[in-house]
């Protein structure tokens, strides 16, 4: 791959003298009379396109084809020549589009056919050429700074396609002759020059044309080096549409294009709008599109002739698409395209339904049955792409599952409630914090609406989760938790757990099962809140109590098991082993593995209680609740009353 | 990138090898102990990657298809047998057959040739194919260079100093350069023994088939990961660049982006990234990648537990529908994302861009991209309706500009047709008429197309005469103004044929009272 190739620069030398005002002699209708207006008006005589005209318009048409391709790094020099070279545009990138070159080949106007052809020749613009190919483009600037003292890698060639009416084989050597001598003089002086480069290598295509009917008077050549600098090669050629297939079989080689014809596209009739037709459409773009089809063909393509190939199309099937489904697709190349017939109604129809966004999948017409697809056409801000997409065996295939790998069996990342989560424990709310969480919490309705597996279980767990509604209903859980524990900062924290309840409202029956499975997970919160109080295990002197509330959490533990393939059931208790709880002070509500309000409270907590004596009383109390006057009760010899039955419910 | 092992199985390759004091052995034996070597190798360090086993004489055989199993290519190595002669050209035929069967043409591959570097005698042997190698036509191509991206490795069982005794080596090196260069030849250094084969075969593991690992960063999280397959070295331009750019071993996460935005963007390769558990030496205790093996099973099982920031990532990735942007080194980038196949598995998959400061036209400069906060306002609206992505080309292409091309007369017929319509329903498509005559205009000036002007200036002249009884004045007013116009420009003179100028409507007024103004 190189950026430098006889590519990057290209100068179009168009012949202005007064014989290229002669007709092409090939009629073009222009008025086509409308049926029922046809009664006795005889229609206008056709016209028909000068030399001149044919030549502009094929080369513009080489333009559009390049620019649509290749809008960057493949330049060109527009040069008319008659009584003296007239330069239309520079090198500059901003000079590099057909509006530019069109406005200025109007100002030009068509040749004078009255003007002293003994004043005009081709010669002019060809010196002008070659002067303008010794020229550094801003890419070849910018590649040479960067490049500072290995500055001579970059390379300075180029083509010129001279588009003349000569007079014969040895007017056309003559031609040859004069580029030949011109780079050789003109490298002499770029020799010594800081803002010129020397020409390593120029292509010259030599397009005679002439008037349909007669006979040629140069014979075509194929490209033969005149000098280490210099080849070319000569192209007789008549003029109208034979001088445009010419030149848009010249672009498909100089620039490396390849054809591809869409076929089976879909499209409404203009008259019958009710019935649709199928269209082709054929595109043009860079050759390794089909780098698949020729290298995987019985036949390599690549490095044989060149004039062979461009013939050829590739047949690629329309698959209506049916979602507007984002999709990352393995795409190893994408290419810019460019219609063939860029007017034309299916052309048209085809690049505004991309334009509009839609992207359209493309089908290998296979005899067998299988259905591969290997393409895909795309826009991306008004450019249109084909994208090639991978349609062999994956070498990656059966890869092992994340979950199987490391830390695959973590399954509380906690990836989605995240915005509310870190908001909602903020001492005060901002309108737009509130927006945010309200906006979290309809997130997470429309998910369960559309049933998507929520983050936490898709990773890691392995073999049957809980299942999916179970996942929403322990998460609202855990969320409307979460958010009551802060609804006394302020009015907002309010407005969002309203907004949570109101999100919630289930149908009542709906609502009962609820109550119920919330039964269960109090009576669980309890036992694990004994379980894990390690305070509060001092306090207790009655060794029989504990065992009995150990117990019983074993017990609610054991439920909880049992209950757990039930679609209601709370999420599995933390089964790790009591005598390794945590030294963590109380918190208010936890259930299942570490909450995120849990994790917070916790360090709320610790951070707190490292800032005071903890109060004596709480410190021995159940439940939060000191029992008062303890003392009198052991004197009274009283049994103190069950703290954690009076904190129930 | 999947490897073909080739095996020459021909007589030559039972040539003993005389070795002191011990057994003795034949250099087929030498071969195969340094193919177990790369199977185990493979089997522990690189389990992912597919390997075929081609065996080679005169005629060729496909012993076993491509696999992971190791043990299948281990057991097909002691099963070979002994034939006649080395015909090279037809096994390097058959490896283009089976690999293009099996991945196409764009997936690179690695082919160990296994040698003993006698090249056969007659047709068919390397020497008679070089020698014609540039009498072929289409359909016998000689088949190098590989038609699918390669590397050419060839294993000689046999020394230096006796390649260099024929011209062995040359052919060897042809080979080579025939493959553009991909690929390298590996002799026996010194006597031919198990102990210099197993070298050699090292520095074959050493170049080609030692895993890739990496650090995963994003912030202050890291992970520690084996990316799959090697990233190769990329050359961006021989000419200009010809310095191979390597990825980076810090892999570090420089942003965030939708999965639309970045919408199927084309990528030079994809990985694997497999998060590895590290012991303190640093070795490698597993990737994750399951196995019989229980020890490893049960070691895998504990670094499943323990939280990885690779399954944190993908999980947000895969929720959020987004991509992370990574940085592979100095102006070259990748995206991490959630790859899900066929099956209910997915997993974190890296993609390599191009190298480059802009890798995809529709997201600009990369350099260019930053955090939406650094943005005046949330380039994605306040109710994330909107993207600034894709990024508009400054200038639009032909399809989107309403171009004018008349090569086929039917666009030329077209344009005409068009002004034609809207002159017949003048003066309500007043607009519309003199925005396809100024089209039309346009073109024909810079064509140099003046007669076409003529031409529609008659055409719409005769439409003046053509209008109906009950037509609305203006609409003679207006053809005839605009047929003038138009033979004014047909002269090119520069006052009429300025191609920035356009035709306007003739300013008419009926609204009774005053007069009409032309």
Redesign the interface.
């Known amino acids: 791959?190189?950026?430098?190739s006889e590519s990057h620069k290209t100068v179009f030398v168009v012949d202005h003298c007064p014989y290229m005002a002669e007709s092409c002699r090939q009629h073009?209708?222009?008025?086509?009379l409308?049926k029922n207006?046809t009664q006795g008006?005889i229609p206008?005589a056709p016209?028909?396109?000068?030399l001149?005209?044919c030549s502009?318009?094929?080369s513009?048409?080489y333009c559009?084809i390049m620019?649509?391709i290749f809008?960057f790094k493949k330049l060109v020099n527009f040069i008319v020549s008659d009584s003296g070279a007239h330069v239309l545009n520079s090198w500059t990138q901003e000079d590099?589009?057909?509006q530019e070159l069109?406005?200025a080949?109007?100002?030009?106007?068509?040749?004078n056919p009255r003007a002293d052809p003994e004043c005009c020749s081709i010669l002019h613009g060809l010196v002008a050429a070659v002067e303008t190919l010794c020229k550094i483009t801003e890419y070849q600037h910018e590649?040479r700074t960067l490049?500072m003292e290995n500055a001579e890698?970059?390379?300075n060639r180029g083509r010129i396609i001279c588009i003349t009416n000569a007079k014969s084989d040895s007017h056309v050597r003559m031609l040859e002759d004069c580029v030949q001598e011109t780079i050789h003089e003109h490298n002499k002086l770029a020799a010594n020059s800081d803002h010129l480069m020397q020409i390593q290598k120029c292509e010259l295509v030599l397009i005679h044309t002439y008037p349909v009917g007669e006979d040629s008077l140069v014979s075509d050549r194929s490209k033969k080096e005149l000098s280490p600098v210099l080849t070319s090669e000569v192209h007789s050629v008549r003029a109208g549409?034979h001088l445009?297939t010419k030149l848009n079989i010249l672009v498909q080689q100089h620039f490396d294009l390849a054809s591809t014809t869409i076929t089976n596209i879909p499209m409404k009739e203009e008259q019958h709008a009710n019935t649709s037709a199928n269209y082709d459409v054929e595109l043009l773009h860079h050759k390794d599109a089909h780098?698949?089809f020729?290298?995987?063909g019985d036949?390599?393509l690549g490095g044989?002739s060149r004039e062979g190939p461009f013939k050829e199309t590739i047949t690629l099937k329309w698959c209506t698409p049916r979602t507007n489904n984002?999709?990352?697709?393995?795409?190893?190349?994408?290419y810019?395209i460019?219609?063939v017939?860029?007017?034309?109604r299916p052309?048209?129809c085809l690049?505004n339904f991309l334009?509009n966004g839609r992207?359209v999948l493309l089908e290998q017409p296979r005899k067998s049955g299988s259905k591969v697809i290997s393409h895909?056409l795309?826009s991306?801000?008004?450019?249109?792409f084909l994208?090639?997409l991978?349609?062999?065996?994956s070498?990656?295939?059966?890869?092992?599952?994340?979950?199987?790998?490391?830390?695959?069996?973590?399954t509380d990342?906690r990836?989605?409630v995240v915005p509310l989560a870190s908001v909602i424990v903020k001492e005060s709310l901002t309108e737009e914090d509130v927006l945010n969480c309200q906006k979290t919490i309809y997130n997470l309705v429309d998910m369960e609406r559309k049933n998507d597996p929520l983050?936490i279980s898709?990773?890691?767990t392995r073999g049957k989760g809980p299942k999916r509604d179970e996942q929403y209903r322990i998460m609202w859980n855990e969320l409307e938790t979460l958010v009551r524990a802060h609804i006394n900062n302020s009015e907002k924290h309010q407005r969002v757990l309203e907004c949570l309840m109101a999100c919630r409202s289930k149908p009542p029956e709906e609502e009962e099962r609820k109550k119920r499975g919330r039964k269960r997970e109090d009576k669980e919160d309890k036992s694990e809140k004994a379980v894990k109080d390690y305070e509060q295990e001092k306090s207790w002197q009655d060794s029989e109590r504990l065992k009995g509330i150990l117990e019983r959490g074993k017990e609610d533990l054991a439920e909880a098991e049992i209950i757990k393939d039930s679609p209601d059931s709370p999420e599995p208790p933390n089964k790790k082993p009591l005598v390794e709880m945590d030294e963590t002070p109380q918190v208010e509500k936890s259930k299942g593995p570490v909450s995120l309000l849990s994790l917070w409270s916790n360090r709320i907590n610790t951070a707190n209680s490292r800032k005071h004596q903890e109060f004596a009383g709480r410190l021995n109390s159940v439940n939060n609740r000191a029992e008062l006057y303890q003392h009198l009760k052991e004197e009274n010899g009283m049994e103190t009353p069950e703290n954690g039955k009076a904190s129930r419910q | 990138?999947?490897t073909v092992v080739v095996m020459d199985v021909s007589l030559s390759m039972t040539r003993p090898v005389s070795i002191e004091g011990s057994e003795e052995y034949q250099r087929k034996h030498l071969a195969a102990h340094g193919l177990t070597m790369l199977f185990e190798h493979m089997a522990t360090n690189y389990k992912?990657e597919?390997t075929a086993l081609v065996v080679f004489s005169s005629l060729w055989e496909l012993m076993v298809p491509f696999t992971r199993d190791y043990n299948t290519l281990q057991e097909a190595l002691s099963n070979m047998d002994d034939y006649d002669k080395t015909c090279l050209e037809s096994a390097l035929v058959g490896v283009c057959n089976i690999v293009?069967q099996?991945?196409?043409?764009?997936?690179p591959c690695q082919v160990v040739l296994v040698t003993d570097g006698c090249l056969g005698i007659g047709r068919g042997s390397l020497r008679h194919s070089l020698a014609t190698q540039n009498q072929r036509s289409?359909?016998n191509?000689f088949p190098l260079p590989f038609?699918?991206p390669s590397k050419l490795y060839i294993m000689c069982m046999a020394n230096l100093e006796e390649l260099q005794s024929t011209d062995s080596l040359e052919c060897l090196e042809r080979l080579i350069d025939l493959n553009n260069g991909e690929g390298q030849i590996f002799t026996i250094d010194g006597p031919l023994c198990l102990k210099n084969v197993q070298s050699m075969f090292g520095k074959l593991i050493d170049l080609a088939y030692t895993p890739f690992h990496a650090v995963l960063k994003c912030g202050h999280l890291t992970?520690d990961v084996q990316v799959?397959?090697r990233p190769e070295p990329f050359v961006?331009?021989?000419?200009?660049d010809p310095i191979p750019k390597v990825i980076n071993t810090d892999l570090e996460i420089v942003g965030f982006i939708d999965?639309?935005d970045?919408?199927?963007?084309?990528?030079l390769s994809?990985?694997?990234v497999?998060?590895?558990?590290l012991n303190k030496e640093g070795d490698e205790v597993?990737?994750?990648?399951?196995d019989d093996n229980e020890d490893e099973n049960s070691a895998?099982?504990i670094?499943?537990?323990?939280?990885?920031?690779?399954?944190?990532l993908?999980?947000?990735l895969?929720?959020e529908?987004m991509?992370a942007i990574v940085q592979l080194g100095p102006e070259w980038h990748g995206m991490l994302?959630s790859?899900a196949?066929s099956k209910?598995?997915?997993?974190?998959?890296m993609?390599l861009f191009e190298p480059g400061p802009e890798p995809l036209?529709?997201l600009g400069k990369m350099a260019q991209l930053g955090p939406i906060s650094d943005a005046k306002e949330n380039p994605y609206g306040e109710d994330d309706n909107k993207s600034p992505?894709?990024?508009?080309?400054k200038?639009?292409?032909?399809?989107?500009q309403n171009?004018?091309?008349?090569?086929?007369?039917?666009?030329?017929?077209?344009d005409?047709?068009k002004i034609?319509r809207n002159a017949r329903k003048l003066p309500e498509k007043t607009q519309t008429f003199y925005k396809e005559l100024n089209r039309l205009r346009?073109?024909a000036?810079?064509?140099?197309?003046?007669?076409?002007l003529k031409?529609?200036a008659?055409?719409l002249e005769?439409e003046c005469t053509?209008l109906p009884d009950t037509a609305h004045p203006d609409a003679a007013f207006q053809l005839s103004h605009a047929a003038q116009q138009l033979k004014l420009a047909s002269t090119?003179t520069s006052e009429y044929?300025a191609?920035?100028q356009n035709i306007t409507p003739l300013h008419t007024d009926f609204s009774g009272s005053s007069t009409e103004r032309i």
């Open positions: 791959m190189k950026i430098f073009v209708e222009f008025d086509m409308v207006r008006i206008l016209i028909s396109k000068s001149w005209t502009v318009e094929s513009m048409e559009r620019y649509d809008p590099q589009n057909l069109m406005a080949l109007a100002a030009v106007g068509p040749p590649a490049l890698r970059v390379g549409r445009a780098v698949d020729l290298k995987s036949s390599h044989g984002i999709e990352l697709h393995y795409c190893t190349g994408a810019r460019s219609p017939d860029v007017n034309s052309s048209s690049t334009l992207s895909m795309s991306h801000g008004g450019e249109i994208h090639v991978s349609s062999s065996r070498i990656l295939e059966d890869p092992p599952s994340i979950s199987e790998g490391c830390g695959g069996r973590v990342y990836i989605t983050p898709t990773v890691g | 990138m999947p992912l597919f293009q099996e991945w196409g043409g764009a997936i289409e359909s191509r038609p699918f992970a799959f397959p961006v331009d021989e000419e200009i999965i639309a970045i919408s199927s963007p084309p990528v994809r990985h694997l497999l998060p590895i558990a597993g990737t994750g990648i399951t895998n099982q670094a499943g537990k323990i939280p990885n920031f690779c399954v944190l993908h999980g947000s895969k929720v529908g991509v994302y790859q196949d209910k598995k997915s997993n974190l998959m993609s036209p529709w992505f894709p990024l508009q080309p200038n639009k292409r032909s399809y989107a171009v004018t091309v008349w090569i086929k007369p039917s666009g030329l017929q077209t005409v047709q034609l346009k073109a000036l810079a064509f140099g197309f003046l007669d076409l031409g529609v008659d055409m005769r053509l090119g044929a191609y920035d």
